[in-house]
Structures are given as structure tokens and as C-alpha cells.
């Protein structure tokens, strides 16, 4: 068989005009995959930890998400106190990885210290440019790009707050009681009339006293809503609406049905904005 002498000069030139290969990455929750994925557009597709209504706070670590973060230049997560089930394998898997930690970013909104920052658009926006520079630095031959997209991402996450800041006005003033605290950001941005919720923080249960308080509260202010989520029983919700006279709905903090994708996060956002104005406008 006949070889082929290839000159070197010819090989570096395949080589330079090869495109650089993107930076391996990997985001725990859907939402911030979502922003991440719009910071990476043209460039490449982060990973996901948790995709489904699988419950951040308890996750089940499973192999796959072992093979990921070993393979991870950059992990993107809401924060230590987040996601717990992330602490050791961080250290044994992504040791060289580079960390970011979104809830220690300087100027995050944390209402008494809540963590679901993506329900904050203002937070998304500096996750978004949080996201790029640390891409550039993982990736530099794509950091002009990263920056980019990061600022596209920041115009269209401005415009969708403007656009939920119109729909969700006219209900700003009807009380509501969620399930779970996880939408204190999101009624505190939008100036709504939220009541309480019946579990905080990495809670799965309603305690009996803080339910009755609530209950009392709810059926005082004349409470329109009461809202469920698919990670918990509905059963608590269920008679808290029936001791408030209130109307019972679900939203879903996590997107459990969304697709993943640079689309998830808007389409999320959307979604809840809906679920609370046609309960609460529906309520006399």
C-alpha cells in the first residue's frame, strides 16, 4: 500500500480552520439550562442535571450525571445551599471545573434569602451575563460570541418583564396563598398580593399550626386563589381553599412538561403569569 507524505504546513491549515470546540457544560435546573442555552446558541448545547419534576432540594444522583460532570469544564447551579446532592460529587468529579454559584452573584434579588432566583427576570438578566463571562474564560476562542448572545438574551428577558408587568397588573391587588415559598421573587417583582405559602424552604410538609394561621389569614382577606404544585400532595392546598372559600390551580416553578431548551425559560415564565391571571381574574 502507497502512503502519502502530507506537508505539515497543509495539516496546521486544516487544523486552524477547524471551529474550536465549545466548552463542556452543565446546569442543574431547566430554567438556568434555558439561559445558559441562549448564551451558548451557535456554539454549542449545555448539559442538564435535572430534567423533570424531580425536586432540586432531594435529587437522586445517578450515573449519567457522574459521566457529565467529570466531562465538565463549567458547572452553572443555583448555589451550595440549593442543591445539596451537589456538594460531594462537585469535589470528586468537577474538581477542575469551574463553579458558578448564581445566588452569591452581587445584586441577585433574594427575597429572606429564597434561592428560586430565575422566577426574578432582573435575575435572569445578570445570570445571563454571569453565564457569558464565565464561558469566555472556559472558552475563550468563543468569549466574543458568548458576549453576544448574552446580550441579546439580556434584551429579549427585558421585554418579556415588561410584558409580564402588563398582563399581571390588573390582578396585582387579589390575595393568593401558594403551596411553596419558591414564588416570593416572582410576586414581590410584580407588586402581587401574595398571602403566604403553606411549606418553606426544603420543606415537603405543611406544618398544622402555620396551615390554620394561614387558613385564617386567607379566608379573612378573602383569599381568591390557592395554588398547588406537581412536586407535593394537593391535599393541604385542597383544604385550604375549601376553609377559604378560594379557588383551587397549579403552578409549576420547575417546568416539569416544558421541553428543555433556550425557548424553556420564556415559554415557563409566560405559563405562570397566565395561571395566575385567569385564576385571580376570574375571582369577584
Partial sequence: MRTHNIPLVLIAAVALALPARAAEVVVTLKPIHSLTALVMEGVGSPAVLIDGAADPHNYAFHPSDAKALRDAKLVVRIGPKFETFLDKPLQTMAAS?????????????????????????????????????????????????????????QSRLASLDDELRAALAPVADKP??????????FAARY???????????AEHVARARALSNLAATAKSAGAACVFTEPQFSPTEAQALAREAG??????????A???????????????????????LAAKQ
Fill in 246 to 255: 378560594a379557588s383551587l390551580a397549579g403552578l409549576d416553578d420547575l417546568g
Fill in 176 to 185: 393568593f396563598v401558594v403551596y411553596h415559598d419558591a414564588f416570593r421573587g
Fill in 97 to 153: 471545573a469551574k463553579i458558578v454559584s448564581l445566588a452569591e452573584v452581587l445584586g441577585m434579588a433574594l427575597p429572606d434569602g429564597d434561592e428560586h432566583l430565575w422566577l426574578d427576570p432582573s435575575n435572569a438578566f445578570l445570570a445571563v451575563e454571569t453565564i457569558g463571562q464565565a464561558l469566555g474564560e472556559v472558552d475563550p476562542a468563543h468569549a466574543a460570541e458568548y458576549a453576544r448572545n448574552a446580550q441579546r438574551a
Fill in 191 to 201: 407588586r402581587l398580593r401574595m398571602l403566604g405559602a403553606l411549606v418553606s424552604g
Fill in 257 to 279: 412538561d416544558i421541553p428543555a431548551g433556550a425557548e424553556m425559560y420564556f415559554i415557563l415564565m409566560r405559563r405562570i403569569a397566565t395561571t395566575l391571571t385567569g385564576c
